[in-house]
C-alpha cells in the first residue's frame, strides 16, 4: 500500500519546508559530472510539488540556493542560474494550470538579470492561483535574513513607529522574509545530512526534523508521503508533557 492511503489527511502539515541535497554524490555515485546531479535535481522538484499537491500542504520551501554557495566556483554558480531559468520556463505552464503559486525568499537581487527576469515573471503569472504555494529559497540564508530585519526594525524604533519596550517574537516573525506563511511544520533534509545550514533557523524553533539518506535525485512522491507518515506519528508538546497534549485532544 502506498504512503498516500495511509495518510491522516486530517494532520497534514500546513508548511512542509526541503533542504535539497545530494545532487553532487549522486552525480559521483553514477560517475558522471557534479552538472549531471543538479539537472535530475530538477525532477526530484517537480515529484516534491506534485506530491505536497496531491495531498493538501499549503506551502512548500525549497532552499534551492545559498548565501554561501555564492562562494562555490564560478563555473558551477553560473551553470546553476542557466539551470533555475530553464527549470522556470520549463515548469511555467504545468505550474500555471495546476493553480501553483510561486514566491520567493532571499537575496534576490544578487541574481543574474536573466535568471532574476525569469523569477519575477512566473511569480507575476501565478499571483492569483490559490492553490499550493512553492516558496523558492534563493540566495537565502537564516543570518541573513535575521540581519536584515534587524535593520528593519531598528529603523522603524528610530523613526518611533515601534517602541523598543514593545518588541515581541509576534514583532520579529512579522519582519522575516516569511511573514506571509506559517512556521514550518516539518523540514526534511535530503542525502543524511544533519543540520541546518543556516536555513529557517528562527521559524524551525519547533519544527519537526526529517533526515532522510534519500539523494536529492532520487526523492519522489513516495519519499515525501513516506515522511509525512513517520511526521504523524509523533507527539508534538511544544514544551508540554505528553499527557498534557493528550488532555487537551
Not at 535530475?40 to 500542504?57: D, H, L, P, T
Not at 554558480?77 to 503559486?101: G, H, T, W
Request: cysteine-free; hydrophobic content about 40%; aromatic content about 8%.
Amino acid at each position: 500500500m502506498s504512503f498516500k492511503n495511509r495518510l491522516d489527511r486530517t494532520n497534514i502539515p500546513k508548511h512542509v519546508a526541503i533542504i535539497m541535497d545530494g545532487n553532487g554524490r549522486w552525480a559521483e555515485k553514477h560517475k558522471r559530472e557534479r552538472t549531471f546531479g543538479h539537472q535530475n535535481g530538477i525532477k526530484a522538484v517537480r515529484q516534491a510539488i506534485e506530491g505536497a499537491a496531491e495531498i493538501g500542504i499549503e506551502f512548500l520551501t525549497l532552499y534551492a540556493f545559498s548565501t554561501e554557495n555564492w562562494n562555490r566556483p564560478k563555473e558551477e554558480v553560473d551553470m546553476l542560474m542557466d539551470l533555475m531559468v530553464q527549470a522556470i520556463e520549463s515548469e511555467s505552464k504545468e505550474i500555471l494550470q495546476n493553480n501553483v503559486r510561486i514566491k520567493t525568499i532571499g537575496d534576490i537581487d544578487r541574481l543574474m538579470p536573466e535568471t532574476l527576469v525569469s523569477l519575477q515573471d512566473i511569480i507575476k503569472k501565478s499571483s492569483k492561483n490559490t492553490g499550493l504555494t512553492v516558496v523558492i529559497a534563493l540566495s537565502y540564508s537564516s543570518r541573513w535574513e535575521i540581519v536584515e530585519m534587524v535593520k528593519v526594525v531598528a529603523e522603524k524604533v528610530k523613526n518611533n513607529e515601534i517602541l523598543a519596550k514593545n518588541i515581541t517574537e509576534k514583532t520579529i516573525s512579522e519582519h522575516l522574509s516569511t511573514h506571509f506563511m506559517p512556521d514550518p511544520e516539518l523540514i526534511i533534509r535530503t542525502s543524511a545530512e544533519k543540520r541546518l545550514s543556516n536555513f529557517l533557523m528562527w521559524q524551525a524553533s519547533y519544527s519537526e526534523f526529517a533526515f532522510i539518506e534519500t539523494l536529492w535525485p532520487d526523492f519522489t512522491k513516495e519519499t515525501l508521503f513516506e515522511t509525512i507518515s513517520d511526521f504523524q506519528q509523533r507527539e508534538r508538546r511544544f514544551g508540554k508533557t505528553g499527557k498534557q497534549v493528550k488532555d487537551e485532544q
